[in-house]
Structures are given as structure tokens and as C-alpha cells.
């Protein structure tokens, strides 16, 4: 029987020695894993500088705003 450069398909998996695949799909798992946590962490952070930073700000002065409003409505017609 001749040597073959390939080895056989026997359909059982050697969990004993690492394969390079298995390298490389576990480092591409962990790039993903990151990149998905810094995506989230980097979402979250610019999501709440608008919402504390710029959106409450702008409401609060809109609200304040229609609440003087309404006090000097009420005022005038001595309510």
C-alpha cells in the first residue's frame, strides 16, 4: 500500500491535537466577542451623552419655557 500525502476521512475528530483551524475560528470568536462588546459599550456612552447631554437640557428649557408662559396667562387673567 502506497503513502498518501492526505490523510484518510475516518469521521472521528482527534481532540488531541489542535487543529490551526480551530485556532483561528476561536481567534476570530474572541475579535467578534470584542468587537461587539466595544460596539455596545461605545453605543451606550454616546447614547446617553445625548440623552443627559443635549436631549433632557433642550426639554427642560421647553418645559420651563410653556411653564412661565402659563404663569403669566394666568396672571393676566388673574387666576
Same mark, same amino acid.
Given at each position: 500500500m502506497? =503513502?498518501?500525502? #492526505?490523510?484518510?476521512?475516518? %469521521? #472521528?475528530?482527534?481532540?488531541?491535537? $489542535?487543529?490551526? *483551524? @480551530? @485556532?483561528? !475560528?476561536? !481567534?476570530?470568536?474572541? %475579535? &467578534?466577542? &470584542?468587537?461587539?462588546?466595544? =460596539?455596545? %459599550?461605545? %453605543?451606550?456612552? !454616546?447614547?446617553?451623552?445625548?440623552?443627559?447631554?443635549?436631549? +433632557? $437640557?433642550?426639554?427642560?428649557?421647553? @418645559?420651563?419655557?410653556?411653564?412661565? &408662559?402659563?404663569? *403669566? /396667562?394666568?396672571? /393676566? +387673567?388673574? =387666576?
Amino acid at each position: 500500500m502506497a =503513502a498518501t500525502a #492526505v490523510r484518510p476521512i475516518t %469521521g #472521528v475528530r482527534d481532540f488531541r491535537s $489542535p487543529r490551526k *483551524e @480551530d @485556532d483561528s !475560528m476561536a !481567534m476570530l470568536r474572541r %475579535g &467578534l466577542i &470584542l468587537d461587539i462588546g466595544i =460596539a455596545l %459599550g461605545a %453605543g451606550f456612552v !454616546m447614547a446617553n451623552a445625548y440623552w443627559y447631554g443635549y436631549h +433632557m $437640557p433642550r426639554t427642560n428649557a421647553r @418645559d420651563n419655557y410653556y411653564k412661565k &408662559l402659563e404663569e *403669566e /396667562r394666568a396672571a /393676566r +387673567m388673574g =387666576a
